[in-house]
């Protein structure tokens, strides 16, 4: 609870903290009570659509419980929030030879970076990771991903700038049967999800390493930057379309105050949210805990 509470300090303090200054004074629920909560969720990057579902199943609660009370209307949206991120951060790397992640996003969503940390993550807990340096269209990437894999001790097959990544996956993932690895985490060229040539070679790169392990990849992360907010949305349904996107990884959500994507992500993609990252150090990508996310945007200790 702690580690969220810390790196929720700017979405809480910016908007969400608002609402127990809507809700912690008055006696009465008024219709502009609620039109104030409605507001603040809308620009704490909820989105319109999000937002009416919310502020629907908020109503419907104080009816049914016949809340009256703004001290008890703020307890009733904590728990309204609470429900509404349902999904189970569960992975599905369990209980095959070898699991296959492939991680996709736009360039500067701190993609390298998170598979850099993951690849951590799972390597303390006792996995066998190797990785992928499947963005070949950056030299600058194939490095950063060497030197990750330096620092944590896991090996990283690459090729030569300009390489063909399709076959490069193919390799890696070959290499990772033939020597007993259990999890492929497979990087991938930063694209915009406007540009369909490389949305077409993601595809193909998908394609690609089922033809080693089948149904693989079994996992598609989609890294998207905190910062960004709404403007991620429209890349997540694209990069949905095209990779079949699994699972969302939210980066640079300490220094954001745009935490309501999270609730966006799951109200309009229907995606789970896996891990946010709450800091620049290397244990700071946190398995995502959706009871202890909705806790630290209220202003409680």
């Known amino acids: 609870m702690g580690i969220f509470r810390k790196g929720m300090t700017k979405t809480r303090q910016s908007f969400f903290g ?3 200054s809507i809700l912690g004074g008055g006696s009465n629920i008024t ?25 629907e199943r908020l109503r419907s609660k104080a009816r049914s419980e016949g809340i009256k009370d703004p001290a008890k209307l703020q307890t009733a949206l904590r728990e309204v929030l609470k429900e509404f991120l349902k999904f189970p951060p569960t992975m599905n790397i369990s209980g095959r030879e070898l699991s296959i992640i492939l991680v996709v996003g736009v360039n ?7 598979i850099g940390k993951l690849a951590n993550r799972l390597n303390r807990a006792g996995r066998k990771v190797m990785l992928c340096a499947g963005d070949t269209f950056r030299a600058a990437a194939i490095e950063q991903l060497q030197m990750w894999g330096k620092r944590i001790d896991v090996p990283v097959i690459s090729a030569k700038p300009g390489s063909d990544p399709a076959a490069l996956v193919h390799d890696a993932v070959s290499a990772a049967k033939a020597r007993g690895y259990d999890i492929l985490i497979i990087d991938t060229a930063g694209r915009l999800h406007t540009n369909f040539n490389l949305m077409d070679e993601l ?3 998908k394609a690609v390493s089922s033809r080693v392990v089948p ?7 989609l890294v998207l930057d905190g910062t960004s907010g709404q403007n991620a949305l429209e890349q997540a349904k694209q990069f949905g379309k095209t990779a079949g996107v699994t699972g ?6 300490d220094g954001s105050s745009k935490g309501g ?18 800091g620049e150090g290397i244990e700071d990508l946190i398995l995502f805990n959706p009871e202890n996310f909705v806790l630290s945007l209220f ?3």
């Open 203 to 205: 595809a193909k790169v």
């Open 248 to 253: 969302v990884v939210i980066t640079k959500l």
């Open 31 to 55: 219709e502009e009570t609620w039109d104030d909560i409605e507001a603040v969720l809308i620009q704490s990057d909820l989105g319109v659509k999000t937002t009416g579902d919310v502020m």
């Open 261 to 278: 994507m999270v609730f966006a992500v799951f109200g309009e993609l229907g995606l789970p949210v896996q891990y946010v990252g709450l």
């Open 215 to 221: 149904d693989a990849p079994h996992e598609v992360l």
């Open 299 to 301: 202003d409680e200790n």
């Open 18 to 20: 608002r609402i127990a």
């Open 108 to 114: 500067g969503s701190g993609k390298t970076t998170t």
